[in-house]
Structures are given as structure tokens and as C-alpha cells.
């Protein structure tokens, strides 16, 4: 009996959790801006970081690789990890999450 209490508790807590996430994602910030259009351009703000490193550190190996560059102290290689690749995604992520921010508030408020 005592289990089957826990387990009914463990559910009632799991849905109104779930309720309280559903309301707060269907809440609207005093500018106008939804929850969800928030949250959705945080994520491409992060996810347009990672894949503009990747880009960059990916063009920087094809370069050396291919002998277009030449990197003996890998000084290049520090500058496309640590100055070039986080600083290109963070002027493109501002972009993304801007795009995707003000496309998903078109969304939600239908206009």
C-alpha cells in the first residue's frame, strides 16, 4: 500500500511539473516575447557556436593538410580554435538567435 502511495505521489508530482513547464513555455514576457521564441533562440544561439567552431577548425585542417597553409609553431591552429572560431560564432549565433527569435514571435503572435 505504501509504494502504491509513493508511485501515485511520484505521478501527481511528475504531471504537475509537467503542467508548470507546459504553462511556462505558453508564458509572455512583458515585450512580447514567448517563452518558447526564448528558449528556441538560446538553443540556435549555442547550437550556431558549436557549428561555426567546427567549421572554422575544420577549414583550418583541410588548409594544412592540403599545404595552402603552412603552421609550424601552431600559432594559426590557436588563433582559428581560440580567437577566430569563438568570435565568428558569437557574431553569428547573435545573428541566429535574432532570426530565429523574431520568426518563431511572428509565429506565435500570427501576424
Avoid: C, Q
Amino acid at each position: 500500500m505504501r509504494t502504491r502511495l509513493a508511485k501515485s505521489g511520484l505521478a501527481w508530482l511528475m504531471l504537475s511539473s509537467f503542467a508548470s513547464i507546459k504553462t511556462m513555455l505558453r508564458a509572455t514576457a512583458p515585450g512580447g516575447l514567448s517563452m518558447r521564441a526564448f528558449l528556441l533562440a538560446v538553443l540556435a544561439f549555442l547550437l550556431t557556436i558549436v557549428a561555426t567552431w567546427i567549421v572554422v577548425m575544420g577549414i583550418y585542417i583541410l588548409a594544412t593538410s592540403l599545404g595552402w597553409a603552412f603552421d609550424r609553431d601552431g600559432g594559426m591552429a590557436m588563433g582559428a580554435a581560440f580567437v577566430i572560431g569563438p568570435g565568428l560564432g558569437l557574431m553569428l549565433g547573435l545573428v541566429a538567435a535574432v532570426v530565429v527569435g523574431v520568426r518563431s514571435r511572428r509565429k506565435t503572435h500570427g501576424s
